[in-house]
């Protein structure tokens, strides 16, 4: 998760609770398909409904979690976002990891307008070093 995303969840909410749902079905599928990708699908207020294995190595288990009452609360959650660490180059991007230092990721956000749900995808390049620090978790 990066800040990015966070600063969105924060502004959309104001005070509003949205009710729990399930992840669509087409974005389960996508999820599957990602398992060696840091993949995690959130509700439109920012509820996690889904992550890879991957993703909860490297963010902590947030399923069933609200994103931005967890940052709130739990400093060592704090420490474990994405916080951007330069210029981007192209498509990707850097980020600073309290645990990783430097990665070097390309980032993704699709969404899901019907079911009102996001899906969030960094992804390293094959071989770099980010990829093998990743492959580490």
């Known amino acids: 998760m990066d ?4 600063a969105y ?17 087409v974005l389960e599928l996508v999820v599957e398909h990602l398992p060696d990708d840091l993949a995690t699908v959130f509700s439109g207020f920012g ?9 909860i190595a490297l963010f ?10 967890r ?5 060592s959650a704090r420490r474990r976002f994405l916080v951007e660490a330069g210029p981007a ?32 995808v960094f992804t390293a390049v094959p071989g770099s070093v980010t990829d093998e620090k990743l492959r580490q978790l």
């Open 3 to 6: 800040r990015q995303l966070l």
């Open 9 to 25: 969840f924060l502004r959309v909410r104001h005070g509003q609770v949205e009710p729990a749902c399930r992840v669509s079905p």
């Open 47 to 55: 509820e996690v409904l889904l992550q890879t294995r991957r993703a």
């Open 60 to 69: 902590g288990d947030y399923s069933g979690n609200d994103v931005v009452d």
């Open 71 to 75: 940052w709130r609360q739990d400093p």
């Open 89 to 120: 180059y192209g498509r990707l991007r850097r980020y600073r990891h309290a645990e990783l230092g430097v990665l070097t990721l390309y980032r993704q956000l699709l969404v899901d307008p019907v079911e009102r749900q996001l899906l969030l």
